[in-house]
């Protein structure tokens, strides 16, 4: 199965700013949900962000004022804005296409992610 690609992570000082990408070959993201996942050090896998075909978002409490899910679906990407980063951020994030059932769960085989480490 195609996997989903995460890019746009890297190094930011605390207070930064990082806007991650999620892309995939062919209509995957046009024709899905995407959602994005973390996983922070010693953590498991969390879910983040859900954004629907239309572009609704839907992000969890803990990051909810920092946090934005964008899509452009032409482009085929989905994107997730992060301010105000904190150490606390810091982690592999992910994306993929959310069980309908239970958005924590990714129906696609996972990719890589993308590194976000956050200096304080």
């Known amino acids: 199965q195609v996997q989903l690609v995460e890019s746009g992570g890297g190094l930011v000082q605390a207070g930064g700013s990082l806007r991650l990408s999620c892309t995939a070959s062919g209509t995957i993201v046009s024709a899905n949900a995407i959602a994005w996942y973390r996983q922070l050090p010693g953590k498991q896998r969390e879910f983040v962000a859900h954004?629907?075909?239309?572009?609704?978002?839907l992000i969890v409490d803990s990051v909810r004022r920092r946090f934005t899910a964008t899509r452009d679906s032409a482009r085929e990407v989905v994107f997730l804005q992060m301010s105000n980063l904190g150490p606390e951020d810091t982690g592999l994030y992910y994306c993929?296409?959310?069980?309908?059932?239970?958005w924590g769960q990714g129906l696609r085989p996972w990719g890589q992610g993308t590194q976000v480490t956050v200096s304080s």
């Open positions: 993929n296409v959310p069980s309908p059932l239970n």
């Open positions: 954004i629907d075909r239309d572009g609704r978002a």
